[in-house]
């Protein structure tokens, strides 16, 4: 009877360890949703910057001209990098806006080098034109690969226009480029 107690033991205790961590990896939201939608795009809106548009003054090379991180945003995003390398979510690029809230979140998040695009820039308040932002967008969405995985840090006004979803700070949407169908995502 003891041998069997500790069989039946030895074989309840491997299941559990192989069934937990499924379990677990499985429950994690952004994984889930890019699963879901076979997204090939993660839009991530910048993190936390108080306030609404820019200055009057605003310039795209000074950052002193923009409305930036304040703190919490700062720590949002230094969150949300720790978020996605604990959960192993790898992205085979990132591609940020040329705003300085937006390039701060890409360097803050530290989950791999990245690139300005403009076609990610705000056309808010008229500082990027907005059809040639959502076209330079349109022809690097129509250009990547299905089995991609492209993170683009922007503004809520860009990813609203492609996605129909606006997301809070650090908030994100996975899109898959071919179906079009979008899920918003928020880990924080």
Not at 22 to 47: C, D, G, W, Y
Not at 59 to 79: K, M, V
Not at 82 to 89: E, P
Not at 170 to 182: I, Q
Request: hydrophobic fraction near 45%; glycine fraction near 6%.
């Amino acid at each position: 009877m003891m041998i069997r107690k500790t069989i039946f033991l030895l074989i309840f205790c491997s299941l559990y360890e192989i069934i937990i961590p499924v379990q677990a990896h499985a429950s994690e939201p952004l994984q889930e949703a890019i699963t879901k939608t076979a997204a090939n795009v993660v839009f991530m809106r910048h993190a936390l910057a108080p306030g609404v548009g820019d200055p009057a003054t605003f310039q795209i090379d000074e950052c002193s001209t923009q409305r930036n991180l304040n703190e919490t945003g700062r720590q949002q995003a230094r969150a949300i990098g720790r978020y996605l390398r604990k959960n192993k979510i790898v992205f085979g690029a990132i591609l940020s806006s040329q705003w300085c809230r937006c390039k701060q979140t890409a360097e803050l998040l530290n989950v791999g080098s990245w690139t300005e695009f403009e076609g990610l820039n705000s056309f808010f308040q008229g500082h990027a034109d907005r059809i040639d932002t959502l076209n330079r967008l349109e022809q690097k969405l129509d250009s990547l690969r299905a089995d991609a995985l492209v993170l683009m840090i922007t503004h809520q006004v860009v990813i609203n226009a492609i996605t129909d979803v606006s997301p809070a700070s650090g908030g994100f949407v996975v899109y898959n480029a071919d179906t079009k169908k979008a899920e918003y995502v928020q880990v924080q």
